[in-house]
């Protein structure tokens, strides 16, 4: 049997905003690289990315990095590695001028500047108050970004393999050797060798049943790093936004709010001035997605149902058609509300994974608590846990987030490859997959595929949504603990080898799994309350015990923690008030 | 039980198949499922074998522009109450069938990229964020909301018939381009566009823009790319209409 082989000097595993910008930087280097997806590019899920991209640039009010680094820091609730955070900030507003010269359409000033408006957490002069921090490109600021990247990837001439799977990384010994990849249209095996690896594959939304996340957020890069025996970081870390379309998930900017929408239950009233006197409707997601959840516990939902209104109403027509299109158009179709005339019917909605695979600033993959470094294996993206969100990341966090290291770990990357070609490939590494996916396809009546899935996301959503327990968590872990067993078994029910969507969906709801098995037990493990991590039976922050990471490795379906110290230089641990 | 909706799906392997077939599927529904629902409805209960390609499932991605009741529309953006059943859902036409829902987008990412679809900023690149009026972006907004779904290209007579034409999609990525402020490579794209398959073969059948998700204006943008070749001298004859 031949396969078709090909010889690289990077592979990038993902093509959206970090996986990009990474291959941009190593176009630019003139290292050979080529960049494998399983979606065309441009389908890639930065482009749902709606509300916009921090940056200090002070162009509507003064404005300083550092003031960002203090917000990022307290809205992760101080699990925030404060040297990666202060990278970040410092590098945003280079990042975002970068963007505005490659063509990103940034909404303007009236003088021409960039226009920018304010987002949850992000404050003037250490939390005074709300600060125009987030440029955005109207309501569909990462389609801009993930567009204008992708377009100036062509342009160096970055190699594209579009709806390529990648399902195993190749490793010689330690050293990482390339990559195993899935040719979906004509149902065959890759081999992809390259001293250096990147996973950007992005975040793992459809480990629960509503969620903003496409299909396609399966969490298959972090599953990769766990199958290759890299521990998984903070993973009970899970965010989720208040403002999801009702029963779709579907989401509502935060720049919903930051343009002045308000957050009312069912009388009326605007409830975050009980939780969040100072920033309101604009506290952190953490905050006011709890807010959201004990109104509907109490009844106070809509009607009494089980969602709250976003009022828009008060909001000239002209802010709504300029500044927030989009998001005014899912109500109308998805919904058929006229968000000029009633409030959005909205709740929680599974969004964002603070944790992933362990880095280094540079985006260089970490084994252990002592950050010992994986040769020549990169990540970037949500999928990787650098880590600048902690334990609850701010709105328009994540694309500065994505672009900045993105960016980092190509400019790595270059400077790693021109020491050579790695090692040979490992001829088991195909084999074995060749040799799954067959049997996948023979077997016949084990569990199916959408089973799986569909037993996973109700575990989770009863046992690791928005407020957890010891017995939640528990039973969520036993739950999926069990259906990862039933996986062994799996059937494909599809014979074809031509673009065989049921063969990814086995691939993804395995990953799927093992993600959400990790989840369940970091969550049961860290019995304090931080960030999105909200533990009814531990209701307070410990910092005694718990101001490190979690390190959660799962080998031969057992399950190891360790803990990682977090890195604080400039701010100390202080109470989290808004 | 919620009531059911019969849904006629295309079904083609090329390597068991000597033609596309139909095959029908007893669809249950909710009030305000959409199309996309009910294929995944089907995939999940009824066979898994069945493949169309989706990711965002609101609109923004892409990927899934099919053909339902003989109109080509995003089968997340559509919605069941809206349509008459028994529903007919087809792959787009214009493009070689890889299996069952899913085409062969080749020859459609070909073409837009053949006008050069990145901005080249003209030097010297500033330190800060080269200054755009809100006027001048406006000048170009429009375009940038395209996300290369292909339904334009599919609904387009000209391309149907089989006459050369690099289609509307390519015409409104390079009207994006030519009319940002930031841009200096307008004439190399308008050469392009200038060709004999350029936008000088759109007939102004306004079908792209009346199937374009995303409510772009695509014959006006079209016929504002024909006037700026007229004027810039680049193509002779009489001024494009519309
Ligand atoms: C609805 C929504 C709105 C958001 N709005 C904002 C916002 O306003 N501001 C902000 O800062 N953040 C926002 N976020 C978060 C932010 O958009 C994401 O965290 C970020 O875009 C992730 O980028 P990424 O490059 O890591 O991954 P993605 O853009 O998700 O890309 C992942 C890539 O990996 C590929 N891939 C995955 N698995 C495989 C595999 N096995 N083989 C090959 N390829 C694979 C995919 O094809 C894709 O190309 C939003 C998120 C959502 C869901
Ligand atoms: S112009 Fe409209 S229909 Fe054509 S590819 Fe773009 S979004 Fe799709
Ligand atoms: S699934 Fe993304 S546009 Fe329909």
């Known amino acids: 049997?031949?396969?078709?082989?090909?010889?690289?000097?990077?592979?990038?595993?993902?093509?959206?905003?970090?996986?990009?910008?990474?291959?941009?930087?190593?176009?630019?280097?003139?290292?050979?690289?080529?960049?494998?997806?399983?979606?065309?590019?441009?389908?890639?899920?930065?482009?749902?990315?709606?509300?916009?991209i921090c940056a200090a640039l002070g162009n509507r009010e003064p404005d300083k990095p550092l003031w960002h680094m203090f917000d990022t820091v307290k809205g992760g609730d101080y699990l925030v590695d404060q040297d990666a955070a202060e990278i970040m900030?410092?590098?945003?507003?280079?990042?975002?001028f970068d963007l505005e010269?490659?063509?990103?359409?940034?909404?303007?000033?009236?003088?021409?500047?960039?226009?920018?408006?304010p987002f949850g957490g992000h404050t003037r002069n250490f939390g005074e108050a709300p600060v125009r921090r987030a440029c955005y490109a109207a309501d569909r600021t990462g389609a801009m970004i993930l567009h204008t990247l992708y377009q100036q990837c062509l342009r160096a001439g970055v190699e594209f393999y579009d709806e390529f799977f990648v399902t195993d990384l190749a490793f010689a010994g330690e050293t990482v050797a390339g990559v195993v990849a899935h040719d979906v249209r004509a149902g065959e095996l890759h081999?992809?060798?390259?001293?250096?690896?990147?996973?950007?594959?992005?975040?793992?939304?459809r480990l629960f049943r509503v969620t903003s996340n496409a299909y396609a957020n399966t969490g298959d890069g972090a599953a990769l790093a766990l199958r290759a025996g890299i521990p998984l970081q903070d993973m009970e870390f899970y965010q989720f936004h208040p403002t999801g379309l009702h029963g779709l998930g579907i989401l509502v900017s935060e720049a919903a709010r930051g343009e002045g929408g308000i957050l009312r239950n069912d009388a009326g009233e605007r409830f975050m001035e009980r939780y969040a006197p100072r920033l309101l409707d604009l506290a952190p997601r953490d905050m006011v997605s709890r807010a959201v959840y004990q109104e509907l516990q109490t009844g106070r939902g809509l009607g009494g149902a089980d969602y709250v209104g976003l009022d828009l109403t008060h909001l000239d027509a002209?802010?709504?058609?300029?500044?927030?299109?989009?998001?005014?158009?899912?109500?109308?179709?998805?919904?058929?509300?006229?968000?000029?005339?009633?409030?959005?019917?909205?709740?929680p909605t599974a969004h964002y994974a603070m944790g992933g695979v362990p880095t280094t600033v540079d985006g260089e993959v970490t084994r252990d608590e002592e950050a010992t470094v994986v040769p020549g294996l990169y990540a970037a993206g949500e999928v990787a846990c650098v880590s600048v969100h902690g334990a609850n990341r701010l709105g328009t966090n994540s694309l500065l987030d994505i672009l900045v290291f993105g960016r980092r770990v190509g400019r790595a990357i270059a400077e790693f490859v021109r020491g050579g070609k790695g090692p040979a490939w490992p001829a088991e590494a195909l084999e074995g997959r060749r040799e799954k996916v067959a049997r996948w396809r023979d077997t016949a009546g084990g569990p199916a595929v959408a089973e799986l899935r569909a037993d996973m996301q109700e575990a989770m959503e009863a046992g690791v949504s928005v407020y957890r327990t010891a017995e939640s968590t528990a039973?969520?872990?036993?739950?999926?603990?069990?259906?990862?067993?039933?996986?062994?078994?799996?059937?494909?029910?599809?014979?074809?080898?031509?673009?065989?969507?049921?063969?990814?969906?086995?691939?993804?709801?395995?990953?799927?799994?093992?993600?959400?098995?990790?989840?369940a037990a970091s969550a049961h493990r860290r019995t304090e309350s931080r960030g999105a991590h909200s533990r009814e039976d531990f209701a307070a922050r410990d910092d005694a015990r718990w101001l490190n990471h979690t390190l959660c490795y799962l080998r031969d379906g057992e399950l190891e923690f360790r803990a990682k110290p977090v890195t604080i230089t400039r701010f100390e641990p202080k109470p989290r008030e808004y | 039980m919620a009531p059911a909706v019969e849904f006629r799906v295309t079904r083609y392997d090329p390597a068991a198949d000597e033609q596309p077939r139909l095959v029908s599927y007893e669809v249950e529904v909710a009030a305000a499922d959409r199309v996309l629902d009910g294929l995944e409805y089907i995939k999940r209960r009824l066979d898994p074998s069945v493949a169309f390609r989706r990711s965002c499932a609101h609109g923004v991605c892409g990927s899934d522009a099919l053909v339902i009741n003989g109109t080509v529309r995003l089968a997340c953006k559509t919605l069941l109450q809206d349509l008459e059943p028994p529903l007919l859902v087809e792959p787009l036409a214009t493009f070689p069938v890889i299996r069952d829902l899913v085409v062969d987008l080749t020859s459609f990412f070909e073409a837009t990229r053949r006008?050069?679809?990145?901005?080249?900023?003209?030097?010297?690149?500033?330190?800060?964020?080269?200054?755009?009026?809100?006027?001048?972006?406006?000048?170009?907004a429009e375009g940038t909301k395209c996300i290369l779904c292909a339904s334009c290209v599919t609904a387009c007579p000209v391309v149907k018939r089989g006459t050369p034409y690099i289609g509307p999609a390519a015409v409104v990525q390079g009207h994006r381009f030519v009319n940002d402020s930031r841009d200096v490579g307008a004439e190399a794209r308008l050469r392009i566009l200038a060709a004999a398959d350029g936008a000088g073969a759109c007939e102004n059948f306004f079908e792209c823009t009346k199937v374009c998700p995303r409510g772009i204006l695509v014959t006006k943008r079209i016929n504002e790319i024909k006037a700026m070749l007229q004027a810039g001298g680049y193509v002779k004859g009489d001024a494009a209409d519309g």
């Not at chain 1, 900030?89 to 975002?96: D, I, K, L, Q, T």
């Not at chain 1, 494909?492 to 993804?508: I, K, R």
């Open chain 1, 318 to 347: 002209e802010v709504l058609d300029k500044k927030i299109p989009e998001i005014t158009d899912f109500a109308r179709i998805y919904l058929g509300v006229e968000p000029k005339e009633e409030m959005i019917p909205v709740a």
């Open chain 1, 191 to 205: 081999s992809f060798r390259a001293p250096a690896v990147a996973l950007a594959t992005g975040g793992w939304g």
């Open chain 1, 1 to 52: 049997m031949t396969f078709a082989r090909h010889d690289y000097d990077a592979v990038i595993v993902g093509a959206g905003g970090a996986g990009l910008f990474a291959a941009l930087e190593l176009g630019r280097a003139g290292a050979k690289a080529a960049v494998l997806s399983k979606l065309y590019a441009v389908r890639s899920h930065t482009g749902a990315a709606q509300g916009g």
């Open chain 2, 115 to 140: 006008v050069r679809p990145w901005l080249e900023a003209g030097e010297p690149i500033p330190e800060r964020e080269f200054l755009q009026t809100p006027a001048e972006l406006t000048a170009f």
């Open chain 1, 475 to 519: 039973a969520a872990r036993e739950a999926v603990g069990g259906l990862l067993t039933a996986y062994g078994d799996v059937g494909v029910g599809d014979a074809a080898a031509a673009f065989s969507t049921e063969l990814l969906e086995a691939f993804e709801v395995g990953n799927l799994l093992a993600l959400a098995y990790v989840t």
């Open chain 1, 89 to 96: 900030c410092e590098e945003a507003p280079g990042v975002v």
């Open chain 1, 101 to 117: 010269h490659m063509g990103v359409p940034f909404n303007r000033t009236d003088d021409g500047k960039i226009d920018q408006r």
